[in-house]
């Protein structure tokens, strides 16, 4: 079983930046791909960003290309998303994911466990 606990949403301005972490606990980290994923009110599910279990590998979706960037840090089990040049189109729930195996996947179906969620809030 693996535990996650996202942090770090709140109201921010367009144009401005926010760091989300989600903590870990439970199997190895490191033996995990993790994801980020995001859901807006009447909207499906969608995938930001993901990363291999060894950080090496990371994909992300084509709206958050040069704006969003997933880190991991694997001695504090924690996953982030620096998230900058935030657009109001950017409000949403956002989640992290682990998905067992080191390969990452844009697929939320192939993610085993996930967290409740932090709300982000871009205002224009």
């Known amino acids: 079983q693996v535990q996650l606990v996202e942090s770090g949403g709140g109201l921010v301005q367009a144009g401005g930046s926010l760091r989300l972490s989600c903590a870990a606990s439970g199997r190895t980290f490191s033996t995990y791909a993790m994801g980020w994923f995001r859901q807006a009110p009447g909207k499906e599910r969608e995938f930001i960003a993901s990363i291999s279990g060894a950080g090496r590998i990371t994909n992300y979706a084509d709206r958050v290309k040069g704006r969003f960037t997933i880190s991991t840090d694997n001695a504090k089990n924690t996953v982030y998303l620096q998230m900058n040049s935030l657009r109001p189109e950017d409000t949403a729930v956002y989640y992290c994911?682990?998905?067992?195996?080191?390969?990452?996947?844009?697929?939320?179906?192939?993610?085993?466990?996930w967290g409740q969620g932090t709300q982000v809030t871009v205002s224009s």
């Open positions: 994911a682990a998905k067992a195996g080191n390969t990452p996947s844009t697929r939320s179906i192939y993610y085993n466990y």
